[in-house]
T-cell receptor
Framework: GAVVSQHPSRVICKSGTSVKIECRSL??????MFWYRQFPKKSLMLMAT?????????EQGVEKDKFLINHASLTLSTLTVTSAHPEDSSFYIC?????????????FGQGTRLTVV | LAKTTQPISMDSYEGQEVNITCSHN???????ITWYQQFPSQGPRFIIQ???TKVTNEVASLFIPADRKSSTLSLPRVSLSDTAVYYC???????????????FGRGTQLTVWP
């Protein structure tokens, strides 16, 4: 299947700094990408929908100034956690949907473990 | 937005067939049903997708009754490596180039014992 690559796989940063997470679709063009966060033993929570060339659409309760999303090309979306605090520590996962024949599938990155100290 | 309900956990033994049922009473006409598998600290992995009746691939089968208000993921002869969380998602394909969002429910923790 299609491959979505996320980088870095884990990152530790100090409180107050910003962290950028990259999500790339390696072998297909992704006009739409999605960003999720997941707390331990919890389900994935959709944060925002990233559309190439336009502003991201954020889910209710997600601070757009806190979680900056840029989707500058058909193969790259980035999530920047600004002024990170310990409560932002979480597992962040990106996803890209692609049409495969008559169906569509969502392909997920391997996730990024963010720890804010 | 169609909400899904799955059992929180299931246990099985190696070599058995496992059936995980998901209810989605408010499924819309355009919605597809998709199942994902997630191991700890990894992104979800696509298992199977269907719209109605039965779909089978090399790893699983998906049974969808005519009213589409539920679906059952069937895993034949599970092994220890099938221990994971399984998510049932309902969503549409979106319109044009804007593909639909996917919202995850709680999922089912499947534990396979030797």
């Amino acid at each position: 299947g299609a491959v979505v690559s996320q980088h870095p796989s884990r990152v530790i940063c100090k409180s107050g700094t910003s962290v950028k997470i990259e999500c790339r679709s390696l072998d297909f063009q992704a006009t739409t990408m999605f960003w999720y966060r997941q707390f331990p033993k919890k389900s994935l929570m959709l944060m925002a929908t990233s559309n190439e060339g336009s502003k991201a659409t954020y889910e209710q309760g997600v601070e757009k100034d806190k979680f900056l999303i840029n989707h500058a090309s058909l193969t790259l979306s980035t999530l920047t956690v600004t002024s990170a605090h310990p409560e932002d520590s979480s597992f962040y996962i990106c996803s890209a949907r692609a049409r495969t024949g008559r169906n569509t599938e969502a392909f997920f990155g391997q996730g990024t473990r963010l720890t804010v100290v | 937005l169609a909400k899904t309900t799955q059992p929180i956990s299931m246990d099985s033994y190696e070599g058995q067939e496992v059936n995980i049922t998901c209810s989605h009473n408010n499924i819309a006409t355009n919605d597809y049903i998709t199942w994902y598998q997630q191991f700890p600290s990894q992104g979800p992995r696509f298992i199977i997708q269907g719209y109605k009746t039965k779909v089978t691939n090399e790893v699983a089968s998906l049974f969808i009754p005519a009213d589409r208000k539920s679906s059952t993921l069937s895993l034949p002869r599970v092994s220890l490596s099938d221990t994971a969380v399984y998510y049932c998602l309902v969503g549409d394909r979106g319109r044009g180039s804007t593909l639909g969002r996917l919202y995850f429910g709680r999922g089912t923790q499947l534990t396979v014992w030797p």
